[in-house]
């Protein structure tokens, strides 16, 4: 991938934005005592540790529980293409029956991740309710009726751009790029 | 998503693999633990794959083992077992495993006593095989969750002392041990009666001591193994009794040794030969968490080699 690409997000602004997703689910749970928070591996995982710990900050209190979910087992693509899949890990040491649960990833796209996690999560009992929040929503792209409860920022592109999300725990630095479809050049 | 691939189609034995191949089933199969230490234990991967389970020979954990990991990976199976079967009319392995192919199988698991049984399979059939005990040469599934659970019990495998106890001559779980171990690192004493102990086994990096008890002192896991009469053709040792004075293992030899050992056994255990009941069921035992990692083991295998074939 071409390094030129254009910043969605600095650090201040994902910050802010956690933020606001953050006191909306404030607003929406407001008792977090059957509430937990699953991250899909692993951005999605990073995200939701972030927003932990910060509804702890802002509100006093936060989900009862947080997990990391792989969907490497789930995912529809396998053995579709050439793609050769490796899984990651999952952390979840609580059962999600009866409870309400925060669905996260980075980006939201054609929706079959999410169809993958919501699978996955189905090994954990039959939850109340399931919300999803990302932090890009590629609304264009859907290849299923999935839409998210919580949206960073809503980015319409074609099918061939691309939208990379870099975090601290991971690459350093806090930054959304977006690359449009002339920018885009595969390794 | 990483990229992860093995380096083969089939899974003939250790000694094809390489070091990150197995390191690659080791890290999938610690993802299968989790999976079926789910409520519920299920995943989609394999529901488009077909896998017949093919044993010309007797075998109880490898077989149920097998069929579980691909239950709960979504296969849909079959299950053949030459008694009972037109075998005995005199159908060859080959035709007998063309005709459940025509029927449109992806993947062979296949036990059978004449070495080489899978690797001549997979010469001449599509189907991805999966050797899952060979006469007396090969049982990758079994090393493979046999390091897996070295690892889970001691934390590494690297510069692990393992002794692998009993008789070497016929076991094709001790072969494939040392192939996996000293892939892995692990350093490795061979123990046996002499005449169980084949000849040029140090070529293949391990050691051999006759005495049990230095080689209990010796190691971090003991790895017993059973005598397996049905294989033999000659008498190598006077009697079971003789062989359990001199090589048997049990709980008060175990409490005597300075530091905690581990004791592994792949079963079927003869309680009273190699391994006393009470060394058997004593807390040094993994042999029941052996027993719970060969289906995530299994999973993991079936899973990467599946990853490799496009439907």
Redesign the interface.
């Known amino acids: 991938m071409k390094k030129k690409g254009k910043v969605l997000f600095n650090t201040d602004q994902l910050k802010r934005t956690i933020d606001r997703l953050c006191f909306q689910i404030i607003e929406r749970h407001e008792d977090f005592s059957n509430t937990c928070i699953v991250g899909i591996q692993s951005k999605g995982a990073t995200l939701a540790d972030r927003i932990f710990h910060r509804l702890i900050e802002l509100h006093g209190s936060g989900p009862y529980a947080i997990g990391k979910l792989?969907i490497?087992?789930?995912r529809d693509d396998?053995?579709?293409?050439?793609?050769?899949?490796?899984?990651?890990?999952?952390?979840?040491n609580f059962?999600i029956e009866n409870k309400k649960v925060i669905l996260v990833d980075d980006v939201l796209y054609s929706g079959r991740t999410i169809q993958a996690g919501l699978?996955?999560l189905?090994?954990?009992?039959r939850p109340a309710s399931i919300e999803l929040l990302v932090l890009i929503d590629r609304r264009f792209n859907r290849h299923l009726p999935i839409q998210a409860n919580y949206i960073g920022l809503k980015v319409d592109a074609l099918d061939n751009a691309y939208v990379k999300v870099e975090l601290n725990e991971v690459e350093g630095q806090d930054r959304v790029l977006f690359y449009d479809a002339e920018n885009v050049e595969n390794d | 998503?990483?990229?992860?691939?093995l380096s083969t189609r089939n899974l003939i034995g250790i000694k094809d693999l390489t070091v990150e191949d197995i390191k690659?089933i080791l890290a999938?199969s610690?993802?299968?633990k989790?999976?079926i230490n789910?409520?519920?234990?299920?995943?989609?991967?394999l529901r488009?794959?077909t896998i017949a389970n093919m044993f010309f020979e007797n075998s109880t954990r490898t077989k149920l083992s097998f069929e579980l990991a691909e239950k709960r990976?979504s296969a849909d199976i079959i299950n053949f077992s030459s008694s009972g079967s037109s075998v005995s009319k005199g159908e060859t392995l080959l035709d007998t495993v063309q005709n459940i192919l025509a029927m449109k199988v992806d993947m062979i698991v296949l036990r059978h006593s004449a070495v080489g049984a899978a690797h001549f399979l997979s010469k001449r059939v599509k189907a991805q095989i999966i050797n899952a005990g060979d006469g007396t040469h090969e049982h990758p599934t079994q090393a493979l969750l046999d390091a897996f659970s070295i690892q889970d019990a001691i934390g590494k495998i690297k510069d692990t002392k393992v002794a692998i106890i009993g008789d070497i001559m016929h076991s094709r779980v001790a072969l494939s041990n040392i192939f996996c171990l000293i892939k892995l690192g692990a350093k490795i004493k061979i123990c046996g009666p002499p005449t169980l102990i084949p000849k040029h086994i140090e070529s293949l990096n391990v050691e051999v001591e006759y005495s049990v008890d230095k080689v209990l002192e010796w190691c971090d896991v003991a790895n017993v193994l059973r005598i397996q009469t049905e294989r033999m053709q000659l008498q190598y040792f006077p009697s079971a009794n003789e062989y359990a004075s001199f090589f048997g293992i049990t709980k008060d030899k175990l409490d005597s040794l300075a530091g905690k050992k581990i004791i592994m056994h792949p079963g079927p255990i003869n309680r009273g030969v190699e391994l006393s009941s009470d060394a058997a069921d004593s807390p040094q035992s993994i042999i029941l968490d052996q027993v719970e990692n060969g289906v995530a083991v299994r999973m993991a295998v079936l899973?990467l080699l599946?990853?490799?074939?496009?439907?």
């Open positions: 792989d490497t087992f789930f396998f053995r579709k293409d050439n793609k050769i899949l490796r899984a990651l890990e999952t952390d979840m059962l699978q996955a189905g090994n954990f009992g | 998503m990483t990229e992860a691939k690659l999938t610690k993802q299968f989790e999976v789910r409520p519920i234990k299920k995943v989609p991967s488009d794959v990976l899973f599946a990853n490799q074939a496009k439907a």
